[in-house]
């Protein structure tokens, strides 16, 4: 049995979305694009929340660090809203602070 999405299957959805892509507009096509990018990040930072609750060594830690400063560039060279990048920023940034910290300790 194939799995249903919204009552019908992925392959119905792809055939439909097959037909209509070529009539929208460009503008709409890039806004999905863009929340895909920051479901992605939402994402990351969630995959982030949740190491941070774990009790790690420095090593790890060392690794966390670099990966928030990896997604951090990422949100600086992407197209997404101000506001989003400087949200996402943020959260990764106070969550380098507190790596930081427990490095220190």
Do not use: C, H
Not at 59 to 78: C, G
């Amino acid at each position: 049995m194939k799995k249903e999405i919204r009552g019908k299957t992925l392959a119905y959805w792809e055939a439909n979305a097959n037909e209509d892509y070529k009539q929208t507009p460009i503008s709409v096509l890039k806004y999905i694009t863009i929340l895909e990018d920051e479901l992605k990040v939402k994402n990351n930072v969630a995959k982030s929340n949740v190491m941070s609750s774990q009790i790690m060594d420095n090593a790890q830690l060392r690794e966390q660090i670099n990966k928030n400063r990896d997604e951090i560039e990422k949100l600086l060279s992407s197209e997404l809203p101000i506001d989003i990048v400087k949200f996402n920023i943020e959260i990764l940034s106070a969550r380098n602070e507190r790596f930081i910290k427990q490095l220190k300790e």
